[in-house]
């Protein structure tokens, strides 16, 4: 028995993923599964050691992964037509995305997905990281003078006291026609191929396990709900885990490999060979 060693993000949406596996419904042939939770930039940064088998990790961070980690076709969170929000206090003059040019924006870290979208958008603006559940209460409070917010702070922005002046995945669908890709789930590529075939394909079960028994996954997630009521957390699950996240697919991929190149093409990021690990 292999003990594969899992990070993902204690996210509602991250959560609800994990539940067939967590639930012991769905297993890996000669693999046992250990869960570890840390935001999203956290596990970036852990990535770069290859500290687990399998991860949560930004999009935007793969071109520095790619030498140890495959993606998996399973398990991304895609923005289609809506996405991390740039929000401003309520009282702001800001109006528009361009009135922030040049100005301080709270980013939930600079190797997020969310962060590389916002670059995209306004080439001329100074991040400041810091925690993804800190950026909103800095943009309210006058630290900076906007947020881009992820996770739940995408549904609570206006009961924060917060406006939204732009919705990335929104903006960038308008462009391309594609989703945003934001989360993608990763292996570590020394590990044998029977292996990363069998947790590939165990993934995808979990996924496709919770989307099947919706009720019983969604009071799982709850416990990593920070701050949703259930009819707000089941509103969330469904921006994130849909059938993007079931399988890219050629499309999805195809956001992936446009996002990137994108940023590239931007000199946001170096080029990127972007190679899959297949469930065999």
């Not at 869960?35 to 520095?64: C, F, K, W």
Request: hydrophobic residues 45%.
């Amino acid at each position: 028995m292999q003990t594969i060693r899992v990070a993902h993000s204690p996210d509602s949406d991250d959560a609800f993923m994990y539940f067939g596996i967590a639930s012991g419904a769905v297993q890996a042939e000669g693999v046992a599964f250990q869960q570890g939770l840390m935001d999203i930039e956290s596990a970036n940064q852990a990535a770069r050691q290859g500290h687990y088998d399998v991860t949560a990790i930004s999009a935007a961070a793969y071109p520095y992964l790619a030498d140890r980690y495959l993606l998996l076709d399973s398990g991304a969170s895609m923005g289609d037509g809506y996405g991390p929000v740039v929000v401003v206090p309520e009282g702001s003059r800001i109006q528009s995305l361009g009135d922030l040019s040049g100005k301080n924006i709270a980013v939930p870290g600079l190797r997020t997905s969310a962060a590389l979208a916002l670059a995209l958008e306004l080439p001329r603006y100074t991040p400041v990281p810091m925690d993804f559940k800190a950026v909103g209460a800095a943009a309210r409070d006058g630290e900076v003078d906007a947020a881009l917010v992820i996770h739940e702070g995408q549904l609570t922005a206006a009961a924060d006291g917060l406006r939204v002046v732009a919705d990335l995945g929104r903006s960038w669908k308008a462009r391309t026609a594609l989703p945003l890709p934001l989360g993608l789930n990763a292996i570590r590529r020394d590990l044998p191929e029977p292996v990363r075939a069998s947790v590939a394909r165990a993934w995808a079960d979990s996924i496709a396990y919770g989307l099947d028994h919706r009720q019983d996954a969604l009071s799982y997630a709850l416990s990593f709900a920070r701050g949703l009521d259930r009819d707000q957390a089941d509103r969330f699950v469904g921006m994130y885990v849909n059938g993007w996240t079931r399988q890219l697919g050629p499309k999805g991929r195809e956001a992936v490999a446009v996002f990137l190149g994108a940023a590239f093409d931007r000199g946001l990021l170096p080029r990127v060979r972007i190679e899959y690990q297949e469930r065999g």
